[in-house]
């Protein structure tokens, strides 16, 4: 069973920047595909990112798109998320999520998830 620990979070300024990690252990990075999804209070959970298993190919949401950037270190088995010019809206729990297959924006298709990690964009 794959698993997803989060790290990163915190509380920063909007404009500023956070770099969120999602390290996956009990599988390769090679054979899922890792998405990352958000949800703020009294909305339904977003998918913010996604990077296919494959070659790597990053997906984004068009909230995020120019602002975020996802990559991935297969070494260490590591996806990160680099957040730039950070809006309050983008206040939520970070979750990153592992799916044996293609990436979506359902996270119902994702089977492995972290336990998410806060962000709050405030000045």
């Known amino acids: 069973q794959v698993q997803l620990v989060e790290s990163g979070g915190g509380l920063v300024q909007p404009g500023g920047s956070l770099r969120l990690s999602c390290a996956v252990s009990?599988?390769?990075?090679?054979?899922?595909?890792i998405g990352w999804f958000r949800q703020a209070p009294g909305k339904e959970r977003e998918g913010v990112s996604c990077?296919?298993?494959?070659?790597?190919?990053?997906y984004y949401a068009n909230s995020v798109k120019g602002r975020f950037t996802i990559s991935r270190d297969n070494a260490k088995n590591t996806v990160f998320l680099q957040m730039n010019s950070l809006k309050p809206e983008d206040t939520a729990i970070y979750s990153c999520a592992a799916r044996a297959g293609a990436c979506t924006v359902v996270g119902g298709r994702f089977g492995s998830w972290g336990q998410g990690t806060q962000v709050t964009v405030s000045s």
């Open positions: 009990g599988g390769t990075l090679d054979y899922y595909a």
């Open positions: 990077i296919s298993r494959s070659d790597g190919t990053p």
